[in-house]
Nanobody, 122 residues
Framework: QVQLVESGGGLVQAGGSLRLSCAAS????????MGWFRQAPGKEREFVAA????????YYADSVKGRFTISRDNAKNTVYLQMNTLKPEDTAVYYC???????????????WGQGTQVTVSS
């Protein structure tokens, strides 16, 4: 099993930036596609961004495109989500996930972290 641990969440003012990190437990990390999802109170979990195992392909939700950047460092077994120009509607618990194929659907990811809270104040 792949263990994923998110970090980097916190409280930030609108317009600010945060960088989330997701560290994986094993060296086979590089063979997995990685995704970021988020869930706000009373809302369903939604797709945010994804990256292929090589890092060569990235995908973003329309709501974050141009503001968020997903990247990975396979040597460090870590995936990142750089979040710029944050908005109050970005407030949510953010989860990283690992799967066999890059996808926008949460159902296609087999392993999940516990999440990290991001709160954007106005």
């Amino acid at each position: 099993q792949v263990q994923l641990v998110e970090s980097g969440g916190g409280l930030v003012q609108a317009g600010g930036s945060l960088r989330l990190s997701c560290a994986a437990s094993e060296r086979t990390f590089s063979s997995y596609a990685m995704g970021w999802f988020r869930q706000a109170p009373g809302k369903e979990r939604e797709f945010v961004a994804a990256i292929s195992w090589s890092g060569g392909s990235t995908y973003y939700a329309d709501s974050v495109k141009g503001r968020f950047t997903i990247s990975r460092d396979n040597a460090k077994n870590t995936v990142y989500l750089q979040m710029n120009t944050l908005k109050p509607e970005d407030t949510a618990v953010y989860y990283c996930a690992a799967g066999r194929i890059v996808a926008r659907s949460a159902a296609l990811y087999a392993y999940w972290g516990q999440g990290t809270q991001v709160t954007v104040s106005s």
